[in-house]
């Protein structure tokens, strides 16, 4: 903007100017919506569980319960705890502002590693799921990528993989090379993603619907990371899926 500040010589010139202004505004008008959004969302998001624990505990004082119904409402406050704490770090991970970190090399780490590591957390998972995991690694020579970034990429698309799989069904990660840069596909046969709602899975607190019928929990904040720290390294991800078959996250470094 500041370049283009400059006395416009004709008449033309003046509303090219007050043209892109007037983008600009718009641009940032948007940008300001989306943040309000973000912030009414979050608060939703942890008020619900506050007045639900709350309502849970105030049940609890009123008469004298048996020990089964004690320990069966502190469980479920616990969980709506624990379920707030994850919102809460997901939210820091968001609201950070870590520019130059991106460009820190020193942070970068050898990618089969990284992928090794992050399977080896889902281990209790998977065997949960009866998910049988497969990682195909071909000319992939001591590829390195962002530590932190891409840590927060991959584990977040691996977790969901498994938490919308069939149970015995098998997960598929495929490393491979493309002009000289590691591309990752992780493809799951699960419950899949709806064509319409493919363009929203990435926005904060987007959840398809009745996946609490289904039990799948989450925060919608998964694929909001995945698509900050692909942002800050310049990573492209794809998505493609088919309803009750599976879908396949493409992660080009
Ligand atoms: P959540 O905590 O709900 O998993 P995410 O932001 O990680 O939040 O994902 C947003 C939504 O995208 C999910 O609620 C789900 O509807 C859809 N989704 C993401 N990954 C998959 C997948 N591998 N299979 C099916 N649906 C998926």
Known sequence: LKKRVQLPENKDELYDLSMSINGLLDRIESAIQRERQFTSDASHELRTPISSIRGTLEVLIRKERTREDYEDKINYSLGEIDRMSIIIEQLLFLARNDEGHSIDNSRETEIVSLIDQVINEYTAKLKKKNIQLVFNA????????????????????????????????????????????????????GIGIKEEDIPKIFNPFFRSEGLEHKHIKGTGLGLSIVQKAAQAIGAKIEVSSIKNRGTTFTIHF
Do not use: M
């Open 138 to 189: 071909k000319e992939v020579n001591n590829f390195q990528i962002h530590a932190y970034y891409g840590y927060a990429i991959l584990n977040n698309v691996l977790e969901n993989a498994i938490k919308y799989a069939y149970s015995g069904s098998t997960l598929i990660i495929d490393l491979k090379k493309k002009n000289s840069k590691p591309v990752v596909k992780i493809i799951d046969e």
